[in-house]
């Protein structure tokens, strides 16, 4: 079976874990022997490589640069250069079946692959039937299904008070219904939909798309074994300290003040926070006053900001660490980093939404959350840092976990299974 695989981004190029999962998902694949080839898009010029086997062509994106209009023209811009790249491509290698990796290359793509009569499957990795991408309303609870009312309100009560802030809320949600009217067109084209967890399965039923059409395909990442390393003695940490991670997007939805705050009645243990504050920039104003809090708590031996690290180095964070923290309040679509935890060993504390519990197995793998509420956060963490046992036994069951729900065999053969189903009932239409 030949497939094509089409993704925005593709790894090493990675600025999250979806680019590190569609790596994972072309190695499963090619694994079982079947022919891969990878379409992906680049700033820079194009060029071919091979990764473990895996063909990909990257080929480069132009960029407006038009004051004003350049983010409008960039990402509409963007979707045609891929749907033109990806006709072309497919008109000459033809392979019978194409997987788009995100919904950025869905958009148009599917319109224009459909004439070509070849299946055609998308990975959904994220709420993004929800109009602002996180599902939380206004007063911060997790809404379920995105009214174009509610998306107003949504987009004009996040915006600073004036005229100023109304304009630019007026602006953001205009650019994103007709942005949501075009989604829901080209995901038409789709024949099937593979989102990640059973929650954003949900959601989506929710939102009217057919359950028929949706499979639950999960995320892949094998064990990983843990390396001998100086890294606490280079950040200073004493060596009785019990390392506590906190890995992702550092932003207010994601929960890290809660994860500050708890650390002032934990003893012990150090929190390292590490990620940006957004993709462009390290130190937002959100990150900043996280650094503040922590010095006006008397925190600053006990959390520690690392900023970026790039994924091929989480290795030495994740061999150090004896617990994970996740404390975010937004629906999750899934958590790779959870899951990058549980693949070295390390249990997880995280608060029970969206995707989390496909993850995480309370009192299995590690704790869930019921509340944001600090207090419950800080109870887990003591609890699990008394408790050598109980944390011996979550640390197992981390691993037994990967290998029997998230390993290359076992997902590659689910997709591949899918792929062929889907091959054989259009070939039968």
């Known amino acids: 079976m030949k497939v094509l695989y089409v993704s925005r981004r593709f790894y090493p190029d990675a600025t999250g874990g979806g680019q590190i999962s569609a790596y994972y998902n072309a190695k499963a694949v090619k ?17 071919e ?49 194409v997987h788009l990796l995100n919904y950025e290359s869905s958009y148009m793509t599917s319109w224009i692959l459909k004439r070509e009569k070849i299946p055609l499957v998308e990975t959904i990795n994220a709420p993004w039937v929800c109009g602002t991408g996180n599902c939380v309303n206004p ?90 390393t100086d890294l606490k003695q280079r950040l200073g940490i004493k060596p009785d300290d019990r390392v506590i991670l906190y890995v992702g997007r550092v932003t207010e939805d994601k929960g890290v003040h809660r994860a500050i705050e708890a650390m002032r009645y934990v003893k012990g243990a150090v929190l390292l926070v590490i990620g940006r504050g957004s993709y462009s920039k390290v130190r937002t104003d959100y990150y900043i006053s996280l650094e503040k809090m922590a010095e006006e708590y008397g925190l600053k031996e006990k959390v520690r900001f690392i900023g970026y690290v790039d994924p091929k180095d989480l290795k030495e964070y994740y061999s150090i660490a004896y617990l994970t923290v996740s404390p975010c309040w937004w629906f999750e679509g899934f958590s790779r980093t959870l899951l990058e935890s549980c693949a070295y060993g390390v249990p997880a504390i995280a608060t029970d939404v969206g995707g989390i519990s496909d993850v995480i197995e309370d009192g299995g793998n590690g704790i869930l959350l019921k509340t944001t509420d600090t207090k419950e956060l800080v109870k887990a963490i003591v609890s699990v840092l008394g408790d050598p046992a109980a944390h011996e036994r979550m640390s197992r069951r981390c691993i037994e976990k990967v290998k029997a729900e998230f390993s290359l065999e076992r997902v590659g053969k689910e997709q591949v299974s899918e792929y062929e189903s889907l091959i054989k009932e259009k070939a039968g239409r």
Not at 31 to 47: P, Q, R
Not at 75 to 87: D, H, K, N
């Open 49 to 97: 490589e091979d990764l473990d086997g895996i063909k990909v062509y990257r080929f480069p994106i132009i960029y407006s640069r038009i004051p004003l209009l350049s983010h409008f023209l960039n990402l509409e811009g963007m979707y045609m250069q891929i749907a033109y790249r990806s006709w072309r491509f497919v008109k000459k290698i033809r392979p019978d079946i």
């Open 31 to 47: 694994a079982l022997g079947h022919d891969v080839s990878v379409l992906t898009f680049t700033t820079g010029k194009y060029f």
């Open 139 to 228: 007063e911060k609870n997790i809404c379920m299904t995105c009214s174009d009312k509610g998306m107003y309100r949504c987009f004009m009560e996040r915006e600073r008070p004036g005229i100023a802030g109304r304009v630019k809320g007026l602006v953001k949600y205009a650019y994103r219904s007709m942005n949501m009217a075009e989604q829901r067109f080209f995901e038409g084209k789709i024949d099937r939909f593979f989102p990640i967890s059973n929650a954003l399965k949900d959601l989506f039923v929710r939102n009217g798309y057919d359950e028929k059409k949706l499979k639950v395909i999960p995320l892949i990442l094998p064990p990983q074994e843990k390396v001998e």
